[in-house]
């Protein structure tokens, strides 16, 4: 909002808060796959484990290129680890698996949060691309205080959707914790490490929750002024 004096007294806020939680994601991850587990077990095989353990036999844990790009497919109903987390031994590398592994027991289980979110999806693709452009074109056509009413509605969308990713990701680090100790994959000990990576990965999740409330707050601003 470039022509907004006020847009930075928003955002700033959700910025700061975005780096801060990726300098702690990354520095507690760079922290914890330097300790291995006293298991000696590798990324994969904790996921595997799991996963069989929940009767999920045929599900496939499959190694993916990039940095911090494990994520669970819900479509292909697959496991992708990244290369350092499938056969790292470390204590991150285990914790990072096993959450993923824990969006797959939510599937399985039909967990509810999963399930709206994976059904906003497609909603959220064209929120994300549609909202900027009606405020444009608002501002094109010299119909702003209409047309922003039109993008607040649609950015509420993506707002909501970050919203539900809280409980998912949440939810899904408790299942990662709590299958880890039960099947002896790490011992108690260890599990403080996990603990900080699984949280040190949430505050992502909480920073763009709050980013995209305060977009919204400066949506609902730019409106109440034009009224």
Known sequence: MWYDPYYWLFIIPGILLGLYAQ????STYNKYVRVGTQSGITGAEAAREI???AGLYDMPVREVG???TDHY???KKALYLSSENFHGRSLAAVGVAAHEAGHALQHKEAYAPLNLRMAMVPITQFASMAWMGIVVLGIVLNMFSTFIWIAIAIFAILTFFQLVTLPVEFDASRRAKEQLLRLGLVHPHESGAVSKVLNAAALTYVAALVTAVL???HLLFLARGRD
């Open 66 to 68: 990039g940095h911090l």
């Open 73 to 75: 497919d819900p479509i």
């Open 23 to 26: 300098v702690k994601l990354s």
């Open 215 to 217: 977009q919204l707050a």
């Open 51 to 53: 996963l069989d353990r």
